[in-house]
């Protein structure tokens, strides 16, 4: 089975049990559409937790890419790389010195979007042309992918049968609770991917308590929250 995330933002027990919930196994793949760091309290923990999994597709959010840009910033004015890995573990209070350069790499090598056969993984949103067609992901910039605050509206709702999953904002921005959104096409059942126009997945699990997932085969979301 395959398993979708975003926004897990350092939430590494959350995680954990919702790994748990779902009976993950060395058989699943895992994708994480971006901003695993920051926010929670073990986003470092829970990054090397992530790149030492097997069968994990891991993209970049805008969390991840404001530290890259910081992180280019010192490269460009010092060569002593002692003391950029230490503001880099600066860059993360209580849990710096779980930051090596192996995981500043791995972060740096992120992706910024996964495209399969019926769908596209993304952190904030795709780039539209004006018939709402999904345009050439090769062809956006990260920032367009990352930062994107209009394709959360429920409104836009992307042409060209492929399924996005995206998080970036949560959905009880939308109004309603922390729950995996899930937009059908008429006329639709929902019991394949390809029947949905986009899948909003981020449940602000650092201020909601609650994290969730959805599995792309059999079409459910699961959730861990404060009362399980
Ligand atoms: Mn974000």
Not at 187 to 197: C, M
Request: charge should be negative; proline fraction near 4%; glycine fraction near 10%.
């Amino acid at each position: 089975m395959t398993y979708i995330f975003s926004d897990i933002h350092g939430e590494d027990e959350l995680f954990c049990r919702l790994l748990e919930k779902v009976k993950f196994s060395e058989g699943d793949t895992l994708v994480s559409c971006g901003d695993m760091l920051e926010k929670g309290k073990h986003s470092v923990r829970l990054a090397k937790r992530l790149f030492a999994m097997k069968n994990a597709v891991l993209l970049a959010g805008n969390h991840e890419y404001d530290f890259l840009k910081y992180y280019w910033a010192l490269m460009r004015r010092t060569e002593d790389y002692a003391l950029v890995l230490e503001k880099l573990q600066a860059y993360f209070p209580g849990e710096g010195a779980l930051l090596d350069w192996d995981t500043v790499d791995r972060i740096e090598a992120l992706p910024y979007f996964y495209e399969a056969a019926d769908y596209i993984c993304v952190h904030a949103g795709v780039p539209l042309d004006r018939e709402g067609r999904i345009l050439p992901l090769r062809d956006a910039i990260p920032e367009q992918l990352v930062y994107d605050r209009t394709f959360r509206e429920p409104s836009v709702l992307p042409k060209g049968g492929k399924c996005v999953f995206f998080g970036h904002t949560t959905t009880m921005s939308l109004g309603g609770g922390p729950a995996i959104a899930r937009y059908l096409r008429e006329g639709a059942k929902g019991d394949r991917v390809s029947d949905f126009y986009k899948i909003h997945l981020d449940t602000g699990a650092w201020m909601s308590g609650v994290l969730g997932c959805f599995c792309i085969e059999t079409c459910q979301s699961f959730y861990v929250g404060p009362e399980d």
